[in-house]
Structure formats: structure tokens, C-alpha cells
């Protein structure tokens, strides 16, 4: 049984198509990461999934169950986990109130004491949430998502204004999540956290997917890999060098994109015999993710 099946979800806003008939699926203890720059409709996918939004139109199905406008029934919240960009909880109340209230909305849910721990917070349990700092709020947030030891979690940004220490530690918490079977839906704008967690990424640019794959399978689509070395040849030549594409300095260090980098490496080395430092790497996340979402808006360009 799929954890998620979405076909054809679409979504306006006016005369503004925010979700342009999206289809996405996801199994048990998959992690699945939706990538896509500032509006290009993450939030709102997850919203109307969630029956916070209305969607136009579309098929949501949540656990094998048929989704009917924004309504969810009680059975089925009580297996998800959901923790939105934009999340508040009471400041007055404390770390431990706070979890002894999510607490008591589940039937087999973590007890206070267990949310506290997952939360990291032992030692703030009787501080006010209004006085935590921003990676203390967003780790109690993310343990009260999974209070319910949800079988679907929804995670929209869930690193936002944590330390690195602290985003790591919640890495290791998403991959116990997957182990145990849960399957996860996370946004994020943090690509090493994408490449890090995600079994599977969708690019989600303007509404529509324009890319889906494993990070390997989205970084092979960029059509070049990345050549760093220190070389006495000028930027003329090695620009002229075969397959180079892109040149770059940063003070002794030279980065050349290639789309032949085999024989761009076998010319740079006959040209130049006191190369060194020469490293060969396939393109990062970021910058496969750049070419995906920019070539999107060069051929939207040309079309019209």
C-alpha cells in the first residue's frame, strides 16, 4: 500500500496556478524531499494534502484512504505527523506542558516524558516556550509532530534556524523515522539536507515537477562535471581546452565545467606537465538543482 498517491492535484488562486496537476507518490519508509525555490508551491502541495487548502482539483489518497475535499477523519489523523514552516505553540506554557498536552490528543501516542527526550530539551523541560531559542522551538515542534508514532510524517522546513549540531541530530531522528517504516515528506532549502535524507527528490518549480529522481539520478542530469586545479595556462587556453564550458578563479584555484572532463583533463595535463591539486567531480545537488530550475524558465521564455 502506498503512504501517498496524488494525482492531478491542482490549485488558484485567481488568475495564479499554484499547483499546475502535480502527481507524487510514496511508500513506507521512503523519504521523499520536495525541492523548488521560494513560491513555487511546496507549502501549499502540503497544505491542501493535509485538507488545509482546498485543492480545484485532484486525487489525494493518505494510507490506501480516498481523500474527500479538506475533510480528514479522526482514524486517519491519528496516524500522521505534521510539522508546518510556519509553526506556534502557547508561550506561557512549558517544554513539559506542552508535550503532556499533544500527549493526551493520542490514543498510543509518546508519553510527555518520551517527547521531551526525543525533543532534546530535558534539561529546559520547565521553560516556557516563549523563551527558547529558534533551534529549541523548531526541535520541540518536530518532536510533537511524531507524538502520535505517526506512519506518515509531513516535515516543511523542519531544520529552519537550527545550529548545525543540532540540524544533524535531527538528520539521525528522520532516519530512524525511515528504518521504522514511517514514510516522510520533507521541504527544505538546505540541498545538503535533501542529498543527506532523501531516497527520492521532486523539483517543484512554478506549480509543476519538473525533475523527480534519486539525488544521483538528479545531479546525472546535469550534463557536466566540475575540474578544480592550480595551472600556469591563461583563461584563453584553458577555456579553449575540449569540453570546457564554464571557467572560474578564486585566487590559485581554478574550476572549469566540462562536459567532456576526461578529455579536458588529458589536454590540461599535455599543455600544462606542473598541474596540481587536480580534483574531478561530478556537479553538487545545488548546482543540478540550479540548471533544472533555470533551464525551466529559459525554455518558458522561449515559448512565449
Known sequence: MLALQVNGLTKCYGTNTVLAGVDMTLTAGEVLCILGPNGAGKTTFISTILGLVKADSGDIHLLGERQQGITRSNALRQQLGVMMQIGSLSANLTVFEQCDLFSSYYNKGYSAAELVKLAGLEDHSN??????????????LFALALTAKPKLVFLDEPTLGMDVEA????????????????????????????????????VLHKGVVVASGSPAELKALTQYKVIRCCSALSDTTLLGLPGVLQLSRDKHLITLHSSYAECTVKALLLADDSVRQLEVRPVALEQAFLQLTQ????NEEQAA
Not at 127 to 133: I, T
Not at 295 to 298: F, K, P
Request: proline share 0%.
Open 127 to 140: 521553560q516556557r516556550f516563549g523563551r527558547l531559542s529558534g533551534g529549541q522551538k523548531q526541535r520541540l
Open 167 to 202: 540540524r544533524r541530530d535531527l538528520w539521525q531522528l528522520v532516519r530512524q523515522l525511515k528504518q521504522q517504516g514511517v514514510a516522510v515528506v520533507l521541504t527544505t532549502h538546505y540541498l545538503e539536507e535533501a542529498e543527506q535524507l532523501a531516497d527520492r527528490i521532486a
Open 295 to 298: 533551464s525551466n524558465n529559459t
